[in-house]
């Protein structure tokens, strides 16, 4: 029988298919904040950094926010199959829609893509884990093939989309976007044949009126959702006034499922206390990513007006983008090594993520003595990514696990669900950030940014003794 390296046949189609996702997002997300902020002569929309930052932090923030009721439709309507399939259509048609350069179709073409990116992006990674059984040898090692397939999208689209927007029209790169998540699609529904049985079905067993009830009603949200974004860009609702709703939104909704939780009825005293482990450890990521995230916002700008980019002729801004994939590939083997050679003194979870945050802060402390400065050498920004890069190493692939160990079975997937608002509320804070960009001095607003995670850092050194108590026995 075929294998991908000696895994299920089914890896490799669902690797390729998450490769042009990442493909088309970071392509399109290189390009975002600078379309929006580049003059009506070069071709922009000529927005202020404010107005370019809120809406990059409504985009960003509801890509992964969409991604719960994303996870639902697979579940009660379609399967996860169905999903991704749609999911990555969607997404193909926005970046198409981007690419007409009138402003409706800019502001449908973002909806579409948040609306396709929650269809797509929690059902691929539930189906990777449904090729295996649940204690498969090879499960972990199968993750790891497939988060490559994450980062080496993440790698080549910026360089090439970037290229192709700035360099020469802005809308040829963001179809070329979506051209990526056509060529994913094709070969998607080519290889489903290797996917036997995964995700062909809904996990509840609904009545075929029913499901069809599901559909239309699903189908009929997500049509008025972005027939809404494009018409506020018509009628120029205030992406201020948006950005906030989206706010309070992600507070009420980290509060309410947290405090629903606790709430909950058979829980035993050390089931709560692990929970309140979740709690802490998914505020220090929220905090991570509100940082990790200036990547496509705060730093993509910096690229852009403080950075000496003649190199090659005058290389894209949008090509720093690619430097934090290439280290994950470069890295993530050293530090998978390390936590396995440490043995018994491998650092705690706790100790992980203070290592994490450490590392965000130093990202952007190096960047303080010269950030009044234009025409800074690129290897600064070289610098501060590859420091992130290791925070990244050190916190994002320990908090999936942990969640894994800490949640009990009967709520695992609606824990893992929630886990991922951290990245949306990181998202959000991200992009929000860069509307402070030209109103804030950027030494104050860097050093801002380093000081908070210096701050949670030792706070979570701090907390180490007493996370190993609340987590019960899990490292």
């Known amino acids: 029988m075929a294998t991908f390296f000696g895994h299920p046949r089914g890896l490799a189609t669902l690797f390729?298919?998450?490769?042009?996702?990442?493909?088309?997002?970071?392509?399109?997300?290189?390009?975002l904040i600078l379309f929006m902020t580049a003059s009506l002569e070069r071709g922009g929309l000529g927005f202020g950094v404010v107005k370019a930052g809120a809406i990059y932090g409504i985009y960003a923030g509801m890509s992964y926010l969409i991604t719960l009721?994303?996870?639902?439709?697979?579940?009660?309507?379609?399967?996860?199959?169905?999903?991704?399939?749609?999911?990555?259509?969607?997404?193909?048609?926005?970046?198409?829609?981007?690419?007409?350069?009138?402003?409706?179709?800019?502001?449908?073409?973002?909806?579409?893509?948040?609306?396709?990116?929650?269809l797509l992006k929690p059902n691929v990674s539930t189906m990777v884990g449904q090729l295996y059984g649940q204690d498969h040898s090879r499960r972990d090692a199968g993750f790891s093939i497939?988060?490559?397939?994450?980062?080496?999208?993440?790698?080549?689209?910026?360089?090439?989309?970037?290229?192709?927007?700035?360099?020469?029209?802005?809308?040829?790169?963001?179809?070329?976007?979506?051209?990526?998540?056509?060529?994913?699609?094709?070969?998607?529904?080519?290889?489903?044949?290797?996917?036997?049985?995964?995700?062909?079905?809904?996990?509840?067993?609904?009545?075929?009126?029913r499901r069809l009830q599901h559909s239309l009603g699903v189908a009929l949200l997500l049509l008025a959702l972005t027939v809404g974004l494009g018409w506020a860009g018509v009628f120029k609702v205030t992406p201020g006034g948006l950005s906030k709703s989206l706010g309070l939104m992600l507070l009420v909704t980290v509060v309410a499922t947290f405090s629903w939780l606790f709430r909950m009825q058979g829980w035993t005293p050390l089931e709560r206390k692990r929970l309140a482990a979740v709690l802490v450890f998914f505020i220090a990521s929220a905090l991570f990513w509100s940082l990790f995230e200036q990547a496509g916002s705060t730093l993509n700008l910096f690229a852009e007006l403080n950075t000496n980019r003649s190199l090659f002729g005058g290389f894209p801004a949008g090509w720093f983008q690619s430097e934090e994939p290439l280290f994950v590939i470069l890295l993530a083997?050293?530090?998978?090594?390390?936590?396995?050679?440490?043995?018994?003194?491998?650092?705690?979870?706790?100790?992980?993520?203070?290592?994490?945050?450490?590392?965000?802060?130093?990202?952007?402390?190096?960047?303080?003595?010269?950030?009044?400065?234009?025409?800074?050498?690129?290897?600064?920004?070289?610098?501060?990514?590859?420091?992130?890069?290791?925070?990244?190493?050190?916190?994002?692939?320990?908090?999936?696990?942990?969640?894994?160990?800490?949640?009990p079975a009967r709520v695992a997937g609606l824990m893992m669900g929630f886990?991922?608002?951290?990245?949306?509320?990181?998202?959000?804070?991200?992009?929000?950030?860069?509307?402070?960009?030209?109103?804030?001095?950027?030494?104050?607003?860097?050093?801002?940014?380093?000081?908070?995670?210096?701050?949670?850092?030792?706070?979570?050194?701090?907390?180490?003794?007493?996370?190993?108590?609340?987590m019960g026995g899990v490292n």
């Open 16 to 31: 390729l298919t998450e490769y042009w996702e990442r493909f088309s997002y970071y392509g399109m997300r290189a390009l």
């Open 419 to 470: 886990w991922f608002m951290s990245d949306a509320v990181g998202n959000y804070v991200g992009g929000t950030l860069a509307s402070f960009y030209q109103s804030v001095a950027l030494p104050r607003l860097f050093g801002a940014a380093a000081v908070a995670a210096f701050a949670a850092g030792l706070v979570m050194l701090l907390l180490v003794p007493s996370m190993k108590k609340l």
């Open 146 to 209: 497939f988060y490559m397939g994450i980062n080496l999208g993440a790698l080549v689209s910026p360089l090439v989309c970037s290229y192709l927007g700035e360099k020469i029209n802005w809308h040829l790169g963001f179809a070329v976007a979506g051209l990526g998540m056509t060529l994913g699609v094709i070969q998607y529904r080519a290889g489903w044949k290797h996917l036997a049985g995964v995700g062909a079905a809904p996990a509840d067993s609904f009545s075929a009126r």
């Open 333 to 407: 083997p050293v530090f998978a090594w390390l936590w396995v050679h440490l043995g018994r003194f491998e650092p705690s979870t706790a100790s992980k993520f203070a290592a994490g945050l450490l590392f965000a802060g130093l990202s952007f402390l190096i960047l303080v003595p010269i950030a009044g400065r234009t025409n800074n050498s690129p290897l600064w920004l070289t610098w501060s990514y590859l420091l992130v890069t290791l925070g990244e190493l050190c916190l994002s692939p320990v908090g999936l696990s942990v969640t894994t160990k800490l949640a």
């Open 69 to 118: 009721p994303g996870g639902w439709v697979a579940d009660r309507v379609m399967g996860q199959r169905k999903a991704v399939l749609y999911g990555g259509l969607v997404i193909a048609a926005g970046n198409y829609a981007l690419a007409v350069p009138l402003n409706w179709a800019f502001y449908t073409g973002l909806g579409m893509i948040v609306i396709g990116t929650g």
